[in-house]
T-cell receptor, first 115, second 116 residues
Framework: AQSVTQPDIHITVSEGASLELRCNYSYGATPYLFWYVQSPGQGLQLLLKYFSGDTLVQGIKGFEAEFKRSQSSFNLRKPSVHWSDAAEYFCAVVAGGTSYGKLTFGQGTILTVHP | GAVVSQHPSRVICKSGTSVKIECRSLDFQATTMFWYRQFPKQSLMLMATSNEGSKATYEQGVEKDKFLINHASLTLSTLTVTSAHPEDSSFYIC????????????FGQGTRLTVV
């Protein structure tokens, strides 16, 4: 079965600083990978997704992620963080051939942005 | 993008009563919907897969008699928490996949259930 690990439970950065959120997955074949963002008490919004092809994917709100098969990683990055980026971020994986709704989530990383 | 609406957003109920949560796909037909549960400061755990016109598929450890799922139409799935207890208090979120090929899941706003 697939699994996702987000090693950092909580990250604090200053506004304008760069950001990298780590995500490692475990899955035998090529995974379908996603990053979602959740504001407090809200549902999830998709930031970006990777299925195949170019390993650097661009998402909304200036986020990007890079798929590295050799490291089983799919880290999320943003060059300059805005205060509105403060939220919880979830990395998720779907086993190939299953519905894109059947997600396995990582533990989440809470992002705090200092002014 | 596709919109999934979940209702209510917040509900408080007495222990022993039942609560129904609705999940609607507003602008697409969803043959499959998913129900997740999120405990405070924890990740989302898949509870069950809701299939239109057939029985739901529950994940291991989820009590199907406590969490009743009905998917009677292509746009509506309901989750009923029966005989609720304080330990059922949680954040419940539904999602649906757009079968038209957007290759992603769309989430409802979530329901905060508090059982007192």
């Amino acid at each position: 079965a697939q699994s996702v690990t987000q090693p950092d439970i909580h990250i604090t950065v200053s506004e304008g600083a760069s950001l990298e959120l780590r995500c490692n997955y475990s899955y035998g074949a090529t995974p379908y990978l996603f990053w979602y963002v959740q504001s407090p008490g809200q549902g999830l919004q998709l930031l970006l997704k990777y299925f195949s092809g170019d390993t650097l994917v661009q998402g909304i709100k200036g986020f990007e992620a890079e798929f590295k098969r050799s490291q089983s990683s799919f880290n999320l990055r943003k060059p300059s963080v805005h205060w509105s980026d403060a939220a919880e971020y979830f990395c998720a994986v779907v086993a190939g051939g299953t519905s894109y709704g059947k997600l396995t989530f990582g533990q989440g990383t809470i992002l705090t942005v200092h002014p | 993008g596709a919109v999934v609406s979940q209702h209510p957003s917040r509900v408080i109920c007495k222990s022993g009563t039942s609560v129904k949560i609705e999940c609607r796909s507003l602008d697409f037909q969803a043959t499959t919907m998913f129900w997740y549960r999120q405990f405070p400061k924890q990740s989302l755990m898949l509870m069950a897969t809701s299939n239109e016109g057939s029985k739901a598929t529950y994940e291991q450890g989820v009590e199907k008699d406590k969490f009743l799922i009905n998917h009677a139409s292509l746009t509506l799935s309901t989750l009923t928490v029966t005989s609720a207890h304080p330990e059922d208090s949680s954040f419940y979120i539904c999602s649906a996949s757009d079968p038209q090929g957007l290759l992603e899941a769309f989430f409802g706003q979530g329901t905060r259930l508090t059982v007192v």
